[in-house]
């Protein structure tokens, strides 16, 4: 996602629209269970399989949130969003890896 960035000017503004388009955004969240799968199969541990590949989407949904310029700020509540919005989303993040973690625990070396 941070690939596809446009450059930006030195006050940090993008120098021309978001790159990500939600069509690259929709095939990012498609491809993530085939990572998870792949994960399962390079550790051979399916143990709770479909509970991680459910836990991937929402995970995903939130991390390509707050990489800034991503194709969530076509949304113009998250190009205006203001500090406390900012906060929220981080602590939503931190929250939701916190849950995952304890419902779907790394899986053992």
Avoid: C, K
């Amino acid at each position: 996602m941070t690939m596809m960035q446009p450059p930006l000017t030195p006050e940090g503004q993008p120098t021309e629209p978001p790159v990500v388009s939600w069509w690259a955004w929709s095939i990012a969240l498609a491809a993530t269970p085939v990572f998870v799968y792949i994960g399962a199969l390079y550790r051979h541990n399916f143990d709770r399989f479909w509970l991680r590949v459910g836990l991937s989407l929402p995970a995903f949904v939130l991390w390509s949130a707050t990489v800034p310029y991503s194709a969530w700020y076509d949304v113009s509540f998250f190009e205006s969003g203001s500090a406390i919005f900012w906060l929220a989303l981080g602590l939503a993040a931190a929250a939701f890896t916190a849950i995952a973690s304890h419902l779907a625990p790394p899986a053992e070396e």
